[in-house]
């Protein structure tokens, strides 16, 4: 059992947890526990390839392994039943490493950890054990609330970050994901991110296989915020050094529902006004979204299929 577990310091809060003995902070305990572990078709295309009903579609995917728990408590957590309710089953470090290797072997175009952080020590295990047959690149799916420790420990297992950037206010982080100083540690790990991988590189049908994607969703009643992540990502990392991904499917479910203005979608007014933002900075390469994309369909079921 990796050592970091019996103080954890992994993330930004450094609760200092023995979690062999009792939960740390985000709730995980010593041994890794997932929900599901499956080809995902609604990633970035240059993750999953084009979607189930888009042209060119082959049945592939992101292979992408879903953890349980998370170092941030936000209201809005689409994957609430794994990040807070902590569902999912509990795995050794060889059975994970082949997992990995089973998402490969099913034709998957990456290999996408999601909410790893918790569980980093046990994963970059998995990965050595794994390197010698893994060929696809390495994806570390997170809310972007990690230390500059952490970013540096995945260098050489880690091909592509994408990483969220979910606000500048600190009043805003603390209010809705419990993290006063998420911009704090989240701007200066992304552009740690950045060095590390250096800027987008793909392959010749299109998908990413080095870089790092920073996704930003837009939040109702929260313009003024987007735009400071916007200015800071314009201002802070370089020109053409990272895809933008500008999400527009914020549905309001988990703690949401009871918590104005969250308990709405945003406004096409609002999306629309964010994406004028974006372009008017140069941040024009990456994704937007439809405003269509606003979907609880998009949230995978947790079942444990591929654990």
């Not at 023995?18 to 902070?25: A, E, S």
């Not at 392959?203 to 990413?208: E, I, P, R, V, Y």
């Not at 020109?239 to 009871?258: E, I």
């Amino acid at each position: 059992m990796p050592s970091a577990y019996t103080h954890c310091t992994l993330c930004p809060r450094r609760c200092g947890a023995d979690r062999t003995k009792k939960p740390g902070y985000c709730g995980a305990g010593g041994v890794v526990k997932a929900a599901r572990a499956a080809l995902h078709h609604w990633e970035e295309p240059c993750l999953s390839g084009p979607a189930p009903d888009a042209p060119g579609f082959t049945g592939a995917g992101s292979g992408t392994v879903f953890f349980s728990h998370c170092n941030l408590q936000c209201a809005f957590c689409q994957n609430h039943a794994i990040s807070a309710g902590g569902y999912g089953k509990e795995i050794t470090v060889p059975r994970l490493a082949e997992i990995f290797l089973e998402l490969q072997k099913k034709g998957a175009y990456n290999l996408n950890l999601v909410t790893p952080t918790p569980w980093l020590p046990s994963i970059i295990q998995a990965l050595t054990l794994a390197r010698p047959a893994l060929h696809i690149p390495v994806v570390y799916n997170t809310g972007g609330y990690e230390t500059l420790q952490a970013v540096a420990s995945l260098k050489g297992y880690v091909d592509i970050f994408v990483p969220d950037l979910k606000y500048v206010s600190t009043l805003l982080s603390a209010r809705y994901s419990g993290a006063p100083d998420y911009f704090e540690a989240a701007s200066r790990a992304i552009q740690a991110m950045c060095a590390q991988t250096g800027p987008p590189v793909f392959d010749s049908a299109g998908m990413l296989q080095r870089g790092v994607v920073i996704r930003h969703m837009v939040l109702p009643g929260c313009m003024a915020d987007s735009r400071a992540v916007l200015d800071w990502l314009a201002q802070a990392l370089p020109r053409g050094g990272f895809l933008l991904s500008l999400m527009s499917q914020y549905t309001p479910c988990y703690k949401a529902g009871k918590t104005p203005p969250l308990n709405r979608r945003i406004s096409t007014y609002e999306y629309r006004k964010i994406v004028d933002h974006a372009l008017s900075l140069g941040l024009d390469t990456g994704y937007m979204q439809e405003k269509s994309s606003a979907k609880e369909e998009y949230t995978p079921p947790f079942d444990l299929e591929g654990i």
